[in-house]
Nanobody, 114 residues
């Protein structure tokens, strides 16, 4: 499975961004896709994830502001980020689980200026 993420950039606090991630290759076994982020000096953390059936989970810090969605037919996952805060600044990574094997995308930088 190969993951290609895009949509990062520079935005002012309070603004919005939409991240997209496309999965390619052998995608038939993908049962979970999500977004992680890693800020400088911090550990990588789960931001949001969604199962094949559409059940979503969110980090407490983004609940009510971020929405994850998935186009299973096209193997895309999206992260709509609203009301962005400076603490959302990080490299965002797309992640997919195919069975018990995890796959990572290359990361896309989100910078929120205050």
């Amino acid at each position: 499975v190969q993951l290609q993420a895009c949509g990062g950039g520079l935005v002012q606090a309070g603004g919005s961004l939409r991240l997209s991630c496309a999965a390619s290759g052998i995608t038939a076994g993908i049962n979970y896709m999500g977004w992680y982020r890693q800020a400088p000096g911090e550990q990588r953390e789960l931001v949001a994830g969604i199962t094949f059936g559409g059940s979503a989970e969110y980090a407490d810090s983004v609940k009510g502001r971020f929405t994850i969605s998935r186009d299973s037919a096209k193997n895309w996952v999206y992260l709509q980020m609203n009301s962005l805060k400076s603490e959302d600044t990080a490299v965002y990574y797309c992640h997919a689980m195919a069975g018990v094997r995890g796959h990572w995308g290359q990361g896309t930088l989100v910078t929120v200026s205050s």
